[in-house]
């Protein structure tokens, strides 16, 4: 079976080394920092512990998995593999310089992955001089329990590589997507509202966090709220991907980052990490898993709050597919797989009716004025012609 190389041994590359590993491949494990790659090994030790105690592995198959991971501070180490995959910083340059490097060390056949959030994998693609082998493969957090995984071509990237990397991925029992090389591929760009919508009700004065999060939740059926969700990604980390969606999309109002959340990452609330964030960490209660006691629980408004924030989820959706980001079955797939919403977003239009999204978007857009509130093209020409997603 074909070796597998992972650059970058923080949260994502420990990851994604451990599935690969999981899946029976030999894996070499890469960091610059020593102290990255013993901390990697030995939390590997203890999920793989963790999981025989609870009897879902056994104990030799834990030590299998283990011993097929190689940890090494060398690149030249990964001369034998057939699928390299970057995780390391998110920094444009030094990926680039990587890739570079990678390149000699590699077979001509060596697929050259990387694993970028935010960056153009073009741009990374561009680097090398085979450009055609390059790809992203972008996994969730954490790796080795999120099933979604976008696989997304660049534009130089071979024909068959999407095809091939896409069979690799089922084969490791993962659900693949396939995303347009565009700023947040298919996730990190269809739920923006989630976060500035709700940040956007809650500067209006419409509702506090509690009730916001008690709306989503109870009406809409998500596992956690937006602001209890933002406390659990880190205000600052949250904060940062809106921006550079924001700047990526030449400033699209549409992706506008919130000056509320931003005073929470400058005042250090950046949620759990930190202790505190939209809410208060420090007795170590999480409020992530019982209701917040101070929610407004009214039920017209928890309703008002839910469809607002899940019509603009349903436009984003909507424009993804009209600008062919991804197929209408993987931007459903990519929302429920990925990040865990109730169902896809496609699916909730056609529930909720194509009419009443585009009439409540209008209505939103005749209130304010702000670009923001635009309907998307496809969802307008849908109610026309009375279609639905999923006919
Ligand atoms: N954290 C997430 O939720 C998440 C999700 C999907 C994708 N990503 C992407 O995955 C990548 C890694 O993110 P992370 O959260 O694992 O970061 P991290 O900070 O946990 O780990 C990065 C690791 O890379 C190492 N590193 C830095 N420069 C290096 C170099 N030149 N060569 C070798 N190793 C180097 C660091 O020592 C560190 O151990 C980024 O591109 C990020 O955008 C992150």
Redesign the pocket.
Known sequence: MMQVGV???????SGIAQVAAQNGHQVVL????DA?LERSKSKLAKVMSRLVEKGRLEEADANAIQNRISYTTVLDDFSGCGLVIE????DLG?KRA?FRQLEGIVSPECVLAT????LSVAAIAASVSESKRVIGI????PAPLMPLVEIVPAVQTADDLTGKMRELIERWKKVPVIAKDTPGFIVNRVARPFYGEALRLYEEGVADFATIDHAMKKEGGFKMGPFELMDFIGNDVNYAVTESVFAAFYYDPRYKPSFTQKRHAEAGWLGRKSGRGYYDYTDGASRLLSEAPDANKDPKLAGDICWRIVVMLINEAADALYMNIASREDIDLAMTKGVNYPKGLLQWADEAGIVNCVETMDRLYDEYREDRYRCSPLLRKMAREGRKFYD
């Open positions: 650059v970058g041994a923080g949260a994502m590359g890469s960091d610059t920092s990255a995780a390391i910083i998110e030094v990587l694993n970028t959030s935010s972008h996994f969730f957090n």
